[in-house]
């Protein structure tokens, strides 16, 4: 069999963080209730015109800085014609010709090695609203709602060069691109409301070929598994049908998450002619170089930097660092911790290890974690003192999470705290060495392990809260 | 003199006289409107208690002295197309018949704002596309001097409202002519701003880039005066421009000594009525004798204008049009049971034929493999006029012309030629195309229909325009009013 | 005839029109009069002439980025010829 590759493409959409729309000032909040965030102008009434909100603009200027492109000094709108129920005006106002940016690129790094992702373009448009099916439901039949909440929230489409070449590839850039654009703080890119969506242009060639194969366009792919899955689909899909000899048709695919296919959608429609042409309700732009240089200054610290200063400054090991630093949420929380706790090492394990552990279960963001960095520094501090040994800290951690208390709340009042006392110990330990003679015997005669079992007695004799070290040194003194 | 044949500036002497009330004086015009409307055709919503309801505030304004303005209490009417709050906007068409927007334009706040009383909405070809209100799809608006003839349009039901006295002044909206075409027919003042001068907030979208609403009036003073109300940078509409609005009613005088105006030799070509061209050239005498400097000039590309236009209109149009799709608000066809026939029928049957051949024309235009050809050629077309515009500013003050090739034709005459139709508005479309200010004044009778000259000049210059108009008309040594019309 | 009636037909189709027998045919004829008018402007050598999109020179007119009040639910649906449960309703979307 002949070695194919892939070729594949992403066109990322990211709904931009400001408070109003893109047009008019009603709010962009997610989760309202239908057509409670509308007006006439997302509505598309008669008569009415847009007018720019200048965020959008200075967070596409953001966004764009941060992926390494170049910003054009002249931009302007144009109008994307086609029907839909959730387009109000028939249009989508969109870049065409002249989008705000061109020419950046994007590193990922895959088994260790970088590899760099051009971006083609980057634009600024507006998102249509929601059509919800009454698919499902015979009994309501045949006809579909539109809510227009979102109808006029402001998006931004990036364009990558047709680099990739393997659905990890894809994943990775687009995981990459997530992070970018979290820590600009131009998007919350939360896939499950929809506020990061994906499409992708793939097609395969003979390994080696230089030539395009024809590539079809996948769209509905609502995570980070979904993109990597419907692309190992498409890719094998199209490398069968080529040998056995059937051409690629170029067509929309869409990923159905249940099946595990990409299905081709009806395209008995006529070839999609969108006629752009410029908005003539808008004037252009001009974007003059002290404007981009004001938020270049502006721009935080980059996923890739972040991490380098990780492992410069505390000795991260890359893993580490790299985990920590995916998102930025998580890493502003690292960084909080360690500013006020020095143990960066003992943080990251904490972080990586529990807290994620814990999130992850619960489908949590680190945004909504019950746990600052303050209540996780002050089970360490505990922890450090003495107060609580090592296994009782994650009993209390994951106590925390759950009501939400601090740490010291829960000893106190779970009676956590770690006995220390030499007197009490004593008088346990005796206890346990009288009750099993025989361990006793057996580390006398040489076997070490049986110290093990008998502090694991004491431990589980206090419940944990034996200071192991301790107890250790009493059993040694003892025996 | 009965109130319905004064001014806006002259009624407003008496009401501050208080020889009359806003509320007798809304009636008066309430009645006529009851009384000849049904020979004219100009209202399509007559908006009679909304009407009462502002004069009764307005009078109690203008007693308290809280209110001087000059438009206060003065009775006018809107162009079907400029959007009122709650109040029906059909915009001429089925597709609309039903439709009440949520909001007001902008200069509908503005001059409820002067204490204007709105007495309904008028007629138009449908969506503001024709010339002769023959396209409207409730009927066809008469011209109160023949009334076998059309008033012009698109805003045929303003200019003929304003004519018979229905309204004291009204609003209309000029794409390529839509202001001063019917102002000729009609012999009233009509004009066209800058574009970017007035709002186009709450104006029904034609096309987008020529659109502006502007004032259509009896007379060069009381055109000053609404032009002065509606003018001004709107935060709504980024392409209103933020220029200061000097005091225009300050600046009308009758001295024009040494103003320089061009004659373009191109607006009298063949196809220009040789008698319409006798008037402008007694027009054109007037000006002379008040010291005005006419010389011929010439504007090269003229003749490319109106194709050009009917590319880019139509192009705007049909994106503009596509909002109308049975989802929101207007007519939809309830039996269509699917998407795509839902769209098809809804608006099939909600256009009438004229809209829905621009819409193809447009959609031809931006056609891929059509775009350059048409669009694109188009937009360097614009630029070319643009440029012949701006060359003539280096020598003149303004140009002056005639507005229409011809007097008011019959109604039927041209509906089934639509060039034939286009072509009436030869005159007119380059000032939209290059986006200058033109104003329509009458300038004589021909058979006992009126001509209008039209006066052009450069962007912003309306206090130029309006000079040159009113010395015109302060010295043309007659009266323009439409006959009275038999009523039993 | 450069445009056939074929072609209307489909250019009708994008704009979402559908036209009967007599107005595919007289639109037809009187697109391609219309055509031949406009066709006028070939007759120009544009080559190094630029387009005018806006006749205005202006750019950068912004608004801030700040919530303001739009319609209630009732209002925004008050013009719907269908609706349900403060929703727009549409024929199934297939």
Wanted: hydrophobic content about 35%; some cysteine.
């Amino acid at each position: 069999m002949m070695e194919y590759e892939a070729v594949i493409g992403l066109e990322v959409h990211a709904e931009l963080k400001t408070k109003s729309k893109i047009f008019c000032s009603c709010s962009t909040e997610f989760g309202a209730d239908p057509n409670t965030q509308v007006c006439p102008i997302c509505l598309g009434h008669p008569g009415t015109l847009p007018v720019l909100n200048k965020r959008v603009v200075d967070f596409a200027i953001k966004a764009a800085l941060a992926l390494n492109c170049d910003i054009a000094e002249y931009t302007k709108f144009d109008r994307k014609n086609y029907f839909y129920p959730d387009l109000p005006k028939g249009y989508q106002t969109s870049q065409y010709d002249f989008p705000i940016a061109e020419n950046g690129y994007l590193t990922i790094k895959i088994n260790g090695k970088e590899k760099r992702i051009g971006i083609t373009r980057l634009h600024m448009e507006e998102d249509a609203g929601k059509l919800i099916h009454s698919g499902d439901d015979i009994a309501r039949a045949d006809y579909s709602l539109v809510d227009f909440n979102r109808a006029g929230v402001p998006l931004i489409e990036i364009v990558s060069e047709p680099d990739i070449r393997t659905p990890e590839e894809a994943r990775v850039y687009l995981e990459q691109l997530k992070a970018i654009l979290q820590y600009t703080e131009v998007s919350d890119c939360k896939m499950q409301e929809g506020s990061l969506r994906c499409d992708a242009n793939v097609s395969v060639r003979p390994k080696g070929s230089s030539k395009f194969g024809t590539k079809t366009e996948l769209k509905n792919m609502n995570s980070f598994k979904a993109l990597q899955k419907a692309l190992e689909y498409e890719i094998n899909r199209q490398i069968e049908q080529l040998e056995k000899g059937i051409p690629i048709v170029q067509e929309t695919r869409t990923w159905n998450e249940q099946k595990g296919i990409t299905e081709a959608m009806r395209s008995k429609e006529e070839a999609h002619d969108y006629r752009y042409f410029p908005e003539p309700d808008m004037v252009s732009l001009a974007i003059d170089r002290e404007w981009v240089e004001e938020i270049r200054k502006s721009l935080p610290e980059l996923p890739v930097e972040r991490k380098n200063r990780l492992i410069r400054d505390y000795g991260l090991p890359e893993y580490d660092a790299e985990v920590i630093t995916s998102s930025k949420a998580l890493a502003d929380f690292y960084d909080e911790c360690v500013d006020i706790y020095d143990n960066p090492k003992e943080i990251s394990n904490w972080v990586m290890g529990e807290l994620l552990r814990l999130l992850n279960a619960n489908n949590m963001e680190v945004e909504d974690s019950p746990i600052k960095p303050k209540d996780l520094v002050g089970l360490l501090e505990l922890q450090k003192k003495g107060t609580i040994s090592g296994k009782i800290a994650k009993q209390v951690f994951d106590e925390m999470f759950e009501t939400g208390k601090d740490a010291e709340t829960i000893v106190k009042e779970k009676n956590l705290v770690q006995i220390s006392d030499v007197g009490e110990l004593e008088k346990i330990i005796d206890k346990v060495m009288e009750a099993n003679p025989k361990s006793v015997e057996d580390y006398r005669s040489g076997k070490e392990r049986a110290l093990k079992f008998l502090v694991g007695q004491v431990m589980k004799e206090t419940k944990g809260k034996a200071n192991p070290q301790l107890v250790n040194e009493i059993f040694k003194k003892k025996l | 003199m009965e109130v319905t044949k004064m001014k806006a500036h002259e009624i407003h002497e008496m009401l501050k006289k208080g020889d009359i009330g806003v509320r007798e004086l809304t009636e008066v015009f309430l009645d006529r409107i009851e009384k000849i409307d049904d020979k004219i055709k100009a209202y399509i919503t007559v908006n009679r208690e909304k009407a009462l309801e502002q004069a009764d505030r307005v009078d109690a304004g203008i007693r308290k002295e809280e209110n001087t303005d000059v438009l206060a209490g003065i009775p006018m009417a809107l162009k079907d197309n400029i959007c009122t709050k709650d109040i029906n906007t059909t915009c001429s068409s089925k597709m609309l018949h039903n439709y009440k927007p949520p909001y007001n334009a902008t200069v509908v706040e503005k001059l409820e704002e002067k204490g204007a009383v709105m007495l309904g909405k008028l007629n138009l070809d449908e969506f503001a596309m024709g010339s002769s209100t023959e396209n409207s799809w409730f009927f066809t608006t008469r011209n109160p001097w023949d009334l076998e003839r059309v008033p012009g349009g698109s805003s045929g039901g303003s200019a003929a409202a304003v004519a018979a006295g229905e309204a004291v002044y009204s609003l209309g909206s000029d794409t390529g002519g839509s202001i001063r075409q019917p102002a000729a027919f009609c012999g009233v003042v009509g004009l066209k701003p800058t574009y970017g001068r007035v709002s186009r907030n709450g104006l029904v979208a034609f096309a987008s880039s020529l659109d502006q609403i502007g004032p259509i009036t009896k007379d060069v003073k009381d055109c000053a005066l609404v032009f002065q109300a509606i003018t001004g940078f709107d935060p709504k509409d980024t392409t209103s421009v933020n220029t200061p609005v000097p005091d225009y009613e300050k600046i009308l005088d009758d001295n024009i000594k040494g103003l320089r105006i061009g004659i373009p030799k191109e607006y009298f070509r063949e196809g220009i009525s040789s008698e319409v061209k006798d008037r402008i050239r007694e027009a054109i005498d007037v000006l002379e004798r008040l010291g005005a400097i006419c010389e011929e000039t010439s504007l090269p590309h003229t003749e490319y204008a109106l194709p050009a236009y009917y590319i880019i209109s139509t192009a705007e149009a049909g994106s503009n049009l596509a909002r109308f799709d049975g989802v929101r608000y207007g007519y939809r066809n309830m039996d269509a049971e699917d998407l795509i026939s839902m769209y098809s029928t809804t608006r099939s049957e909600g256009f009438g034929p004229e809209v829905k051949r621009r819409i193809i024309l447009g959609t031809y235009a931006l056609s891929s493999g059509n775009y350059d050809t048409y669009y694109l050629k188009a937009l360097k077309v614009r630029t070319l006029i643009k440029q012949d515009f701006d060359r003539a500013w280096e020598e003149f003050d303004v140009l002056v012309t005639p507005t229409t090739p011809t007097t008011a034709f019959k109604m039927g005459e041209k509906t089934k030629d639509p060039v034939s139709m286009y072509v009436s508005d030869l005159l007119t479309v380059p000032a939209n195309m290059a986006g200058i200010p033109a104003i329509t004044v009458p300038c004589g009778l021909i058979d006992g229909l009126p001509v209008g000259m039209q006066i052009m000049a450069k962007p912003f210059a309306e206090d130029v325009l309006l000079k040159t108009a009113y010395a015109y008309e302060c010295h043309r040594g007659f009266e323009i009013t439409a006959p009275e019309l038999e009523v039993n | 005839m450069p445009l056939t009636r074929e072609e209307v037909e489909q250019v009708a189709m994008v704009a979402r029109l559908e036209l009967s027998e007599e107005e595919a045919e007289n639109y037809t004829q009187e697109l391609n009069s219309i055509l031949q008018y406009v066709d006028k402007l070939h007759e120009l050598d544009l080559k190094n002439v630029e387009p005018m999109v806006h006749v205005l020179t202006i750019n950068n007119v912004f608004r801030e980025d700040k919530v303001g009040e739009g319609l209630s639910r009732d209002a925004a649906l008050d013009n719907a010829p269908r609706k349900e449960d403060g929703q727009f309703i549409v024929p199934k979307i297939v």
